[in-house]
């Protein structure tokens, strides 16, 4: 990407009060959060994923019957 995507005043007071939030967390607290999150990250990739070939039909639709 050449240019840096621009977010939001809305957008960046999330992180400006995100940051403030982590911030105040034990190490322990911010750790077990960053875990939680990656596995959030993950989950949101694998279903984007698997979104993606269905719409693009690489992948068949599934039969419930």
């Not at 403030?20 to 960053?34: H, P």
């Not at 990250?41 to 419930?64: C, D, S």
Request: aromatic share 10%; net charge negative; no cysteine.
């Amino acid at each position: 990407m050449s240019q840096p995507i621009e977010l939001s005043l809305e957008q960046q007071f999330s992180i400006r009060s995100f940051e403030t939030q982590v911030e105040r967390m034990s190490r322990e607290q911010a750790q077990d959060f960053l875990v939680k999150l990656y596995q959030q990250m993950v989950v949101r990739e694998a279903t984007y994923k698997q979104l993606l070939k269905h719409q693009w039909g690489l992948e068949p639709i599934p039969n419930f019957e």
